[in-house]
T-cell receptor, first 113, second 108 residues
Framework: EAGVAQSPRYKIIEKRQSVAFWCNPI?????LYWYQQILGQGPKLLIQ????????DSQLPKDRFSAERLKGVDSTLKIQPAKLEDSAVYLC???????????FGPGTRLTVT | AQRVTQPEKLLSVFKGAPVELKCNYS??????LFWYVQYSRQRLQLLLR??SRESIKGFTADLNKGETSFHLKKPFAQEEDSAMYYC??????????FGPGTRLSVLP
């Protein structure tokens, strides 16, 4: 089966600019996750969707980050405005259901200058 | 608060030697524990989960609730085991928390 797709793979922006990331999960997977992985750290869960509903967004900085999963398939994560500390790899993962194995995408490497 | 610690950032062993990657956690309840692995230039992937009680690629991990640990072990390390290993926990499939990771380097 095709894996989780993410785009773009790399993005460089200046602070205070906006950026959006896109994720296409494995077909049929109901659960979708966005993680932020800062260099030298483990992934940090930002938001978890079940179909198009939010299950957990407790660690999402809602003043600047937003995410949506319209129609319960693709998802976008947006940062507006970006800060230097947002430089990280943003990982998308999906699973067939809550609690099942997560399959990760290749990630988007964001550099904020 | 939920937390996962992995005390070693880097662990180097020789091929054929035993390896143990340490993981400790803090959680008020009964979490589900996982080990994820990322090989060079590959995606992060699940290695094993404690409820499965499986041995994957020769690795095993035992959940010790008394010591709140979930150490990953393999009796004879292979060069292809070199990778980044992350311990993680969840609460019924939600609230995933990952540790900082340990880089395992298996020397020839």
């Amino acid at each position: 089966e095709a894996g989780v797709a993410q785009s773009p793979r790399y993005k460089i922006i200046e602070k205070r600019q906006s950026v959006a990331f896109w994720c296409n999960p494995i077909s049929g997977h109901a659960t979708l996750y966005w993680y932020q992985q800062i260099l030298g750290q483990g992934p940090k869960l930002l938001i978890q969707f079940q179909n198009n509903g939010v299950v957990d967004d407790s660690q999402l900085p809602k003043d600047r980050f937003s995410a949506e999963r319209l129609k319960g398939v693709d998802s976008t994560l947006k940062i507006q405005p970006a800060k230097l500390e947002d430089s990280a790899v943003y990982l998308c993962a999906s699973s067939s259901y809550v609690g099942y194995e997560q399959y990760f995408g290749p990630g988007t490497r964001l550099t904020v200058t | 608060a939920q937390r996962v610690t992995q005390p070693e950032k880097l662990l180097s062993v020789f091929k054929g030697a035993p390896v143990e990657l340490k993981c400790n956690y803090s959680y008020s309840g009964s979490p589900e524990l996982f080990w994820y692995v990322q090989y060079s230039r590959q995606r992060l992937q699940l290695l094993l989960r404690h409820i499965s009680r499986e041995s994957i690629k020769g690795f095993t991990a035992d959940l010790n609730k008394g010591e709140t640990s979930f150490h990953l072990k393999k009796p004879f390390a292979q060069e292809e085991d070199s990778a980044m290993y992350y311990c993680a926990l969840s609460n019924y499939g939600q609230n995933f928390v990952f540790g900082p990771g340990t880089r395992l380097s298996v020397l020839p």
